[in-house]
């Protein structure tokens, strides 16, 4: 019941943040000189119907106080206009959004299973050459500019033919079996989310040694082992707990992240995701797309910390507030 009010009291935390970076976006971007419709009047499918209407959706011809609010409750109610291709962005946006969640949950969950028990590892061998190893190699994955990255992996996919080089499907995706094209789409997220997953990881890993660090000196720890519990007891059942805690914090703006990060690896991969729908969007000054792009990688971030607070407070009972 406590963690039914808890989750509760932080949906409702979660409004007045997604109005004021609403509110914010909107105006920012009608700061812009560029006629919001632009783009879709120098496109010659978009018929004039289709204009007056996100004319008056949007309230163009009244004050820009007024044209937020008549934009925000045509948000509410899941219209989105259209895009500068003539489609509906809410269609859009449906067919990215699960691509983009694929992707970052695959990188999130590998990252997650090998970061942690890694950050464990250099911890409990601190000095040692295995410590130093991964130090070493955590700090190149760091340095490594995502974009870069990408474009060598590219490099290496067309010059060896082993791994696909676009897309999420094969062109024959529609023919094979079941277990065949989870293959294919498996097959396919191999490059982006060696590029994700090589970058998070070095920084997961390494904020997990030094959490694990900093307890393994505390107090506690010591009057455990003076205790004489063995170092397993020690490590796995009293330090481990608390070092893991500000991981789980993390874990929203690992999400947030992975998102804002993953547009440029799409991009160079012509991988089907928000990034890089968000990224062409921007290009083509198509601001009805951005908009709602934008509020959707808001909500997302909202609801990822939403998340980390939840599974904080399921972990550790000492949360209250």
């Not at 989105?80 to 489609?87: D, H, K, P, R, W």
């Not at 969640?101 to 590892?121: A, R």
């Not at 409990?124 to 190149?140: F, H």
Request: charged residues 15%; proline residues 5%; hydrophobic residues 55%.
């Amino acid at each position: 019941m406590n963690l039914l009010i808890y989750v509760f009291k932080r949906i409702l935390q979660t409004i007045p943040l997604i109005i004021i970076v609403s509110f914010l976006s909107f105006f920012i971007i009608r700061l812009s000189p560029v006629d919001p419709l632009a783009e879709l009047k120098m496109n010659p499918a978009i018929s004039q119907e289709t204009l007056d209407a996100e004319i008056q959706r949007l309230g163009l011809d009244k004050p820009v106080i007024v044209q937020y609010f008549k934009w925000g409750k045509s948000f509410l109610k899941g219209d989105l206009g259209v895009s500068v291709t003539g489609e509906k962005v809410a269609d859009r946006l449906m067919e990215r959004i699960p691509n983009t969640l694929l992707l970052t949950g695959f990188v999130i969950l590998l990252t997650w299973l090998v970061g942690i028990p890694l950050g464990i590892f250099a911890a409990l061998n601190w000095k040692k050459p295995a410590d130093r190893i991964l130090t070493v190699l955590s700090s190149i994955g760091m340095a490594i500019p995502s974009f870069f990255f990408a474009l060598l992996l590219l490099i290496f996919a067309v010059k060896t033919g082993w791994f696909p080089t676009g897309g999420l499907t094969s062109f024959n995706f529609s023919s094979l079996t079941p277990l065949g094209k989870i293959t294919d789409v498996l097959w396919h997220l191999v490059l982006p989310v060696t590029v994700l997953f090589t970058l998070s990881l070095s920084g997961l890993q390494r904020q997990m040694r030094g959490n694990l660090l900093d307890v393994l000196e505390s107090d506690y720890v010591k009057f455990a082992r003076a205790k004489g519990l063995s170092e397993t007891k020690v490590v796995y059942k009293h330090a481990l707990r608390n070092a893991i805690n500000p991981m789980i914090t993390l874990l929203g703006f690992e999400f947030s992240s992975l998102l804002s990060g993953a547009a440029l690896t799409e991009f160079v991969f012509q991988y089907p995701g928000l990034g890089r729908l968000v990224l062409e969007a921007v290009l083509k000054s198509d601001i009805n797309l951005v908009m709602a792009s934008l509020m959707i990688g808001i909500i997302m971030l909202i609801l990822g910390n939403l998340i980390a607070d939840i599974l904080l407070k399921i972990v550790d009972p000492r949360v209250r507030v």
